[in-house]
Structure formats: structure tokens, C-alpha cells
């Protein structure tokens, strides 16, 4: 199965790098226009200095891992996040008289290779924060160690939920009003942190959308917000729940699908 997804994504490269201009300009505005949202973001802190207790660097370490993360789910699962075309179209037929999982096949089909900017972009804002921070005279060899984990975890938690969002197109038919609960608002609240939000907001970022475990909990072990040693083990526990659920309701939709032809 690996090595059928290898192949598979190596030749939705391949077919994408013929337009080799098209890739370097999407890439580089997708990265822009990330970095003018964390422009705005920091002109914000930089006039009242915090927000509920996070400096600048701080915060711009929940906007980076964030910002990876989702890029990093956009980048390998984009039908995931356009699947109800699928359905209405009736693709999904197509999918499902094939003998490979129609999963795999949604995951190897025209990645959205613009996301790299996303990435880069990401990731400059995690060095800049760590460098930040390492002036401010905080450890951060930490912070590096956890870095990789939490970019993991939090590209399969948003991929979890994407997946969920996707499922419920088997029942709804459209999903692309619910993403925007479900997805864009909470990628956008990640980027701050999760203490700013009203209770029952922080609620289902804990619960039903979890990206609380993506950032804002392990951060505030590391960066010494809490006592609680154990908040960093629970994002990789989180994120490995969250998929498991994901695919099992994933699995359900499909034995309830109905063709269009049907």
C-alpha cells in the first residue's frame, strides 16, 4: 500500500511540475498572503503588547505551528477539503469500482503544491519566535525537540477533522458551508491563544474540534505557563484518537453512500 502511494504522489508531482511558473507563483502568494496575516497579527501585539498573557514570540508560535500544519494537511489532502464535488458530480462512483481504498486515491490526486509557501512561511515565523525568545533569555531546546511533533499531530488532527467534514457529504450532500465552522474558523483561532475565547468556545476546541492539543496546550508547558508536565504528551495521544475516529466515521459513510445512479 505504501509503495502504491509513493507512486501514486510521484505522479501527481510529476503531472503538476509541467506548469512550473503557475507552481512558483502559487506558492509564493499563498506564503504572502500568510505573512500579511501575521503582519496584521503583530501590529496588533505590538500595540498592547500581549494578548491574555502571550507576548508576540509566544503567539508566534501558536500562529506558526498552525500555519504549518494546515498547509501541510492542504498540501496532501486537497479533494479531502473539495469532496463534495465528489457526490454531486457522481466522481465518487468512480472511485469505489476500483480495487484500491477510495481514500488512498483521494490522497494521491492533484496535491496542492502552492502550500509549500504556506510551509516555508510557517516556519520562518517558528525561528523568528525561537530566536525572540532566546533574546528574551528563555530555554527553547525544548520547544525544538517538540516542534516536529507538534507539526505532525497537528496536521492529522486538521486532516482529521477535514475527513470527518468530508464524511458528513455522504448524508448532507454539501459540506462547504460546514467547513467554515469546522475548519477555516478553528484554523483561525488557532492562531491565538485558546484562553482568549468565551467557555463554551474553548469547550469545543477541546472536545468535538480539538485543535487546542495542536499548539496552545503543549505550549503552555513549555513555555512555562503551567505545571501540568504532562500537556505535551497528550497532542500526539489527541491527534492519533482524533484520526482513528475520523476514519472509522470515514468507513461508516461509505457503507451508507447511495450512487447517484441508485
Known sequence: MLILYRKLVAASIRAQMQYKLN???????????????FLI???????FNDVVGWNIYEVGLLYGISSVS???YRL??????????YIIQGEMDQLLIRPVSPLLLLLTRNLDLSRLGG???????????????TAQEKEVWLLLLFMPVAIVSGSVIYFSIAL??????FWTHQIKDLQT??????????????GLYPSWLKWMFYTVLPIAF????????????????YFPLLTPVVAALALLLSLRFWAFGIRHYHSTGS
Request: charged letters at 10%; hydrophobic letters at 50%.
Open 41 to 47: 497579527l503583530s501590529a496588533i501585539l505590538y500595540r
Open 23 to 37: 507552481f512558483l507563483t502559487s506558492a509564493a502568494t499563498t506564503g504572502m498572503i500568510m505573512v500579511l496575516d
Open 119 to 133: 510551509i516555508v512561511q510557517g516556519i520562518s515565523i517558528l525561528c523568528l519566535s525561537m530566536i525572540g525568545l
Open 70 to 72: 494546515v498547509s501541510t
Open 181 to 194: 465552522f469546522t475548519i477555516y474558523a478553528p484554523a483561525n483561532a488557532s492562531n491565538y491563544p485558546i
Open 76 to 85: 496532501f489532502a486537497p479533494e479531502i477539503n473539495d469532496f463534495e464535488k
Open 164 to 169: 470527518s467534514t468530508a464524511a458528513t457529504a
Open 214 to 229: 495542536m499548539n496552545y496546550v503543549p505550549m503552555l508547558t513549555l513555555l512555562g505557563k503551567t505545571h501540568h508536565w
